[in-house]
């Protein structure tokens, strides 16, 4: 069964500080990676896409890390803001599949 | 270039009554997916339609609920008879081609800002 696991479930930390957000995954075979950031309310937003080849993305201050090896990927958010304040999703898609799975989200609170 | 538009963003039903849920995907798109997002938990997969079809609806479940995404007009998530259960936040994302796992899609799968239905 394809499953997304997410670690921690939820995190506080100060502002300017780093953060770094887990995800493992079952899912098989491997196609993509992707990472969500829903604000309160709001429908999730793509941060970043990788592929099996392809082991770190940037966009911005974050940094999405994939190791396909162990099935692990890091989602790394430098200076954070009080706007990073967000759940953040990892979103796997299966090769031959259209409906990727879900993990439950990382609660992220960054507080001044 | 609006995004993925869903209306209303909020729905109060009494039990027992009708909810309808609306989706207009992106101009372009073709698909249009259906999820729901209970509090504290993940989006979960309900249905899957192109235009005038239902490809997937292994998500939804069997009574109450249908879907249909008609050649005019947005795709509609209609809840017969509501319960209090069904209380959450519907999302609907959209994508221009058929997203097997071998497509990047650079491009589509965007969701909308949600339905958020409460039941009382």
């Known amino acids: 069964k394809n499953q997304v696991e997410q670690s921690p479930q939820s995190l506080i930390i100060l502002e300017g500080k780093n953060c770094t957000l887990q995800c493992n995954y079952t899912v098989s075979p491997f196609s993509n990676l992707r990472w969500y950031k829903q604000d309160t309310g709001r429908g999730p937003v793509s941060l970043t896409i990788m592929t099996f080849s392809e082991n770190t993305k940037s966009n911005g201050r974050y940094t999405a890390t994939l190791d396909a090896d162990t099935k692990q990927s890091s989602l790394h958010i430098t200076a954070s803001q009080l706007s990073d304040s967000a759940s953040y999703i990892c979103v796997v898609s299966a090769g031959g599949s259209y409906i990727p799975t879900f993990g439950r989200g990382t609660s992220l609170i960054v507080h001044p | 270039n609006a995004g993925v538009m869903q209306n209303p963003r909020h729905l109060v039903r009494r039990r027992g009554q009708e909810a309808r849920l609306r989706c207009s995907p992106m101009?372009?798109?073709?698909?249009v997916y259906w999820y729901r997002q209970l509090p504290e938990e993940g989006l979960k997969f309900m249905v899957y339609?192109?235009?005038?079809?239902?490809?997937?609806e292994s998500g939804m479940p069997k009574e109450r609920f249908s879907a249909e995404f008609p050649k005019e007009g947005p795709s509609i998530l209609r809840i017969q008879q509501v319960v209090r259960g069904d209380s959450a936040a519907y999302f609907c994302a959209s994508s221009s081609l058929l997203l097997t796992g071998e497509e990047v899609d650079n491009y589509g799968y965007t969701f909308g800002s949600g339905t958020r239905l409460t039941v009382v």
């Open positions: 339609l192109q235009k005038e079809n239902i490809i997937d």
């Open positions: 101009k372009g798109h073709s698909h």
